[in-house]
Structure formats: structure tokens, C-alpha cells
């Protein structure tokens, strides 16, 4: 099990941009697969990037080549880089790990998440 806390969201104008992290507690960061999720009013959490403990990832179409995951094994930390917001990317958005102990494993399925963290409000005004 792993604490997940998450930071760095706000509100920002259309066009801007937003680097979110999330700090897992613990040890063995390596191991865990790691993703972000976003939840919009009314909406179900939907998946927005992976990545394995290696640094495998996927996207959501809706962000590639927009936004970018990323993640720091000797901070504990995963982090969200989002340019070019625009206001369809209002959400909360969450956290999530899942011990892999390959390390090449990344995650799309919100079942799939054993731990999340409380998550960050984005909000892109337009």
C-alpha cells in the first residue's frame, strides 16, 4: 500500500498550462505503476496517462501531444506536464499506483488501481 498526494493544479486560462505531481509515500516507488486519472462533473473517471516503473506510458487521445507524464524514482514522485489546456480539461484530477514488480507494466483501467490519492482541481477558463 502506498499514500498518494497530490499538487499542483489551479486555474488557468485557456492555452496555459499546468505541472502537476503526486508524492507516494513508502518504499519501493520502483515498483509501483503509476497513472492519472481525471474526473469531470457528472462524468466517470476517466484514464489520462501511465507510466511502468521503467518509464513505459500511454496517453488518452484526447492529451498526446499535449500533455506528458513522467515520473522521478528518487523523489517518490510522478508528475503530469499539460500545455495547451482548454476548458474540456476542467477536472479533478487523481492519482493512482498499483504494485508491479516487473516494472513494464502501465495501467488504463481505473479497476486496475489499488491506491489513490485525494486528488487536484484543473480549472481552464476560457
Known amino acids: 500500500q502506498v499514500q498518494l498526494v497530490e499538487s499542483g493544479g489551479g486555474l488557468v486560462q485557456a492555452g496555459g498550462s499546468l505541472r502537476l505531481s503526486c508524492l507516494a509515500s513508502?518504499?519501493?516507488?520502483?515498483?509501483?505503476?503509476m497513472g492519472w486519472f481525471r474526473q469531470a462533473p457528472g462524468k466517470e473517471r476517466a484514464f489520462v496517462a501511465g507510466?511502468?516503473?521503467?518509464?513505459?506510458?500511454a496517453y488518452a487521445e484526447s492529451v498526446k501531444g499535449r500533455f506528458t507524464i513522467s515520473r522521478d524514482n528518487a523523489k517518490n514522485t510522478v508528475y503530469l506536464q499539460t500545455n495547451s489546456l482548454t476548458p474540456e480539461d476542467t477536472a479533478v484530477y487523481y492519482c493512482?499506483?498499483?504494485?508491479?514488480?516487473?516494472?513494464?507494466?502501465?495501467?488504463?483501467?481505473?479497476?486496475?488501481?489499488?491506491?489513490w490519492g485525494q486528488g487536484t482541481q484543473v480549472t481552464v477558463s476560457s
Open positions: 493512482g499506483a498499483k504494485k508491479d514488480y516487473s516494472g513494464t507494466v502501465y495501467y488504463t483501467r481505473t479497476y486496475e488501481y489499488t491506491d
Open positions: 513508502g518504499r519501493s516507488f520502483s515498483t509501483f505503476s
Open positions: 507510466i511502468s516503473g521503467t518509464g513505459r506510458i
